[in-house]
């Protein structure tokens, strides 16, 4: 049997999606491996399908209790013969496992590595008689000092080499820097590895930011709408978990608390709650998360900013897994970073402590941006993408700016008559004026002490972290960050540079991600008939077919196990198990409405979610501001009706412009498209700021928008 076919056979996908196929090849041909894919890429199965189709035993060393059997679930489902050892069993079931593994009847088995090497129950030298034919590490980075999440009982791998030298190992992590990477590969002793790293830009994740102002209201208004979504909300204390669960229950919401604090029962209890759709949100400390593999949370939120990137991209990684539009809600005060501060010195450690201080600014720095979120997330893991990705809060949102020249060169002189030797706070409390004893007697003699008391504290801060962000200032890093000057600071302060700060914002609708068109009576048929089958079987739902799966049923109606077998998600095993019992639904809704299957119009390649080129398609607010305009309505009427800019909607507009469906006259004089387009094709088009200075005030931000977006269209057609 080939990769493809056992893909078809077991999971039910007809191609492999990111590096899957190399890195599987890889395992086939006896050779180690290092995999970072982003939290639901499908790493699990470069290590499940060569199980598959190795002769033997498959080893995979997992944190977790509750994954493992999370996924000796999912994989008896489809089929494969799979197992784990861990304190959750009694001695009978541990005895009949040893039998299990004895006579060859156990494709894949999970156990943690104290389990292994373990002075208690060290199964290595029993594990060392059977045909071990693979090893799998799950949460590699637990290994490293340098990862988010390092766990010291994963030390214990480092003689895995020792006792199973010609075994290929395959480690995979989905957070990983490259100080991290070369820890990993150094403590595991790899063969001469290969390093797979798949894209971590999970384009159906849309990513918020919103500075703290009363967060529990904040977070009401925004679950008021998902009810009967998943969902997870970190806290960062374990008294904050079950206090805000408890005023989530008090305002009708299915929520239960999750922390290291409570009982393994409780913590059990609640977690298998979630897993089962029974409750409905999990209100956690990190100790909760790793490696829960349920597909269909919809958003994750954080009430306090995490303490490093890795940690934050993975646990926002635990939304949509099934590929369909989810969100990413991190609430944001200045004030949890000095909190965190204590949390990431490491005693008498001060390199580490060092790392972890830089991690947390790189973490406060994200909290504070000004451009793209998934940009700046997926450069910090050495990933190329496009400045703008269209659907963070910061695409979304229209930037008015003004002129902050004086305001700029007053922080500046400030830093620079401090001998920038101080940090942001102090250089805040020098500039208004502070009376405070902090403020040395010698500087409250300078000339600059007390030239910004006209503006407020907050205003300064925010002016401060700008500073750094446009690179006039910079940030010298140390358990106590000092503010340093720059190459760019001088023409500043000569006043041959000009500064622009942030005025106020306008916040657009979120473009939804791409999804299907389903059927929404059908589709919650068919969540109560998975429900009712996971109950009898006793695993979660999404273990008998995931929410994507589901959709794509709602939506191409199948009225045949051939049809069915079109549909992603449905394998061989699945299909003999569960066909009928999903048809029967659909053949009942489509009698009932009159509809006929759709299947024809799916397309024959088997995907997780319909590739869509998002360009040739407007968006639900680009289409209702051109419907408004072709109803005879101006643009700043438009405007006032949509609670939005003009800007906003002259860039609506400028799709449409570059599509050559609108008119460029509708929107841009013909007079002054020739100034327009002289200018872009001087200084050229990645920023409109520049372009407005040169044209000046006759000439708006959308007419430049849309004059770029005709000179696009005309030269689509030239080629």
């Excluded at 861990?86 to 156990?111: G, T, V």
Aim: overall charge neutral.
């Amino acid at each position: 049997m080939t990769p493809t076919q056992a893909l078809q056979k077991y999971f039910g996908y007809s191609e492999f999606r990111h590096q899957q196929g190399a890195i599987i090849q890889h395992v086939l041909d006896n050779k180690d491996v290092l995999v970072l894919m982003p939290t639901g890429g499908g790493k699990s199965l470069c290590y499940q399908l060569p199980a598959v189709l190795l002769d033997g035993l498959t080893i995979v060393i997992s944190p977790l209790i509750a994954l493992m059997k999370d996924q000796v679930d999912a994989l008896n489902v489809n089929g494969i013969a799979a197992g784990f050892y861990n304190s959750s069993q009694s001695p009978n079931e541990q005895a009949d496992l040893m039998r299990r593994l004895q006579n060859n009847e156990i494709k894949l088995l999970y156990l943690a590595p104290e389990r292994l090497f373990g002075s208690e129950n060290k199964l290595v030298e029993f594990l060392k008689q059977l045909p071990v034919v693979q090893i799998a590490i799950d949460e590699a980075h637990c290994i490293s000092h340098w990862g988010h999440d390092f766990r010291p009982e994963y030390l214990m791998l480092a003689g895995l080499k020792d006792y199973f030298p010609n075994i290929p190992v395959i480690a995979l992590t989905a957070t990983a820097d490259k100080l991290t990477q070369k820890d990993i590969l150094e403590k595991l002793n790899l063969h001469d590895p290969a390093v797979f790293i798949s894209s971590f830009n999970r384009g159906n994740i849309s990513y918020t930011v919103s500075p703290k102002k009363n967060s529990f209201n904040q977070l009401l208004a925004f679950l008021d709408e998902r009810k009967d979504e998943s969902g997870i909300i970190y806290c960062l204390s374990r008294k904050s978990t079950e206090s805000l669960a408890a005023d989530l229950r008090e305002e009708g919401f299915s929520a239960e608390a999750y922390h290291a604090g409570l009982s393994n029962d409780i913590k059990a209890r609640n977690q298998e709650a979630f897993l089962r759709d029974d409750v409905k949100i999990i209100v956690a400390t990190i100790a909760f998360g790793m490696g829960i593999n349920k597909s269909n949370v919809r958003y994750v939120v954080h009430m306090d900013m995490p303490k490093n990137i890795e940690g934050y991209y993975q646990e926002t990684g635990r939304a949509g897994r099934d590929g369909l539009a989810s969100a990413a809600i991190l609430y944001y005060s200045p004030g949890d970073v000095m909190k965190l501060k204590e949390f990431a010195r490491v005693e008498n450690n001060p390199e580490q402590s060092r790392i972890m201080l830089k991690k947390l600014d790189d973490m406060a720095g994200y909290c504070q941006l000004q451009t793209c979120r998934r940009h700046y997330l997926l450069k910090y893991f050495d990933e190329e993408s496009p400045a703008t990705c269209g659907s963070c809060d910061v695409c979304l949102t229209e930037f008015e700016r003004f002129d902050g020249t004086l305001i700029a060169q007053k922080a500046l002189s400030a830093v620079a008559r401090l001998k920038e030797r101080f940090g942001a706070g102090y250089v805040v409390e020098f500039l208004r004026g502070s009376k405070s004893e902090k403020i040395r007697e010698e500087h409250k003699q300078l000339k600059t002490y007390g030239i910004g008391a006209d503006i407020s504290k907050t205003d300064w801060q925010r002016y401060m972290r700008e500073l750094v962000q446009q690179k006039y200032l910079r940030v010298e890093e140390g358990e106590y960050p000092i503010i340093k000057l720059t190459e760019l600071s001088e023409a500043v302060l000569k006043g041959l540079q000009k500064v622009e700060f942030i005025k106020a914002q306008i916040v657009e609708e979120h473009h939804e991600f791409a999804q299907l068109a389903y059927e929404t009576e059908l589709f919650n048929d068919l969540k109560l008939l998975r429900r009712d089958i996971a109950a009898n079987e006793n695993v979660p739902p999404y273990v008998i077919l995931s929410d994507a799966t589901l959709v794509e049923i709602a939506t191409y109606l199948p009225l045949s196990m051939d049809d069915l077998r079109l549909i992603s998600g449905f394998g061989d095993v699945k299909l003999a198990r569960y066909g009928r019992e999903f048809l029967a639904p659909v053949k009942i809704y489509c009698a009932k409405k009159g509809l006929s299957s759709k299947i024809k119009e799916k397309k024959p390649k088997r995907e997780r979610k319909p590739k869509v080129d998002k360009s040739e398609k407007p968006n639900a607010t680009q289409k209702e501001s051109f419907d408004l305009y072709q109803a005879g309505i101006g643009i700043i009427e438009i405007a006032s009706l949509r609670k939005l800019s003009p800007m906003t909607i002259e860039g609506h507009l400028a799709w449409y412009i570059e599509k050559g469906i609108l008119d460029i006259e509708a929107v841009v004089t013909k007079d002054k498209i020739p100034t327009i387009k002289d200018a872009v094709e001087s200084y050229g088009d990645d920023k409109l700021s520049p372009l407005k200075e040169i044209l000046g005030d006759n000439y708006s931000y959308g007419e430049i928008k849309a004059v770029i977006s005709w000179m696009k269209k005309e030269a689509q057609q030239t080629k």
